[in-house]
């Protein structure tokens, strides 16, 4: 398995414009469009520094992924995503070491990306997707 770099920061936020006000106004971070993932039930706004970004979550919905890490956890750093060089071969390593997976294969996130989610428990507490690029 090859983790080419940090590709992510997810921040899970009540609201997007509220939240992203900082960044912007006061980091001088451009944000670079707004998407819904409707089978997360989300929003989600990408700011880059550098070669990764800081993405920002809203719930869609009430009983949405986001808003239940909201509901329970607070505002704050949602997951940490990596950025792999092939997520298929970093699952199946990571299933012939024993690891707690919340994907078994691959489904399409923001940006049309390939994502992947390793469970939490796994991690110490912090949800890690795994992404690829087409």
Do not use: W
Not at 25 to 52: C, H, N, R
Not at 55 to 67: C, I, M, N
Not at 107 to 134: M, S
């Amino acid at each position: 398995m090859k983790i080419k770099k940090v590709d992510h920061i997810g921040v899970a936020v009540k609201n997007i414009s509220e939240a992203a006000r900082f960044y912007t106004d006061i980091l001088g971070i451009k944000m670079t469009g707004t998407e819904i993932v409707a089978d997360q039930k989300a929003k989600v706004s990408f700011l880059p520094v550098d070669d990764t970004n800081i993405e920002l979550l809203e719930s869609t919905e009430p009983d949405g992924p986001v808003a239940k890490f909201i509901e329970s956890k607070g505002e704050g750093i949602h997951h940490i995503a990596l950025h792999v060089e092939n997520i298929e071969e970093a699952l199946e390593f990571m299933k012939s070491k024993g690891v707690r997976l919340i994907d078994q294969k691959p489904r399409i996130g923001a940006r049309g990306i390939r994502i992947a989610f390793v469970h939490p428990k796994e991690t110490r507490g912090v949800l890690l997707e795994l992404c690829q690029e087409e």
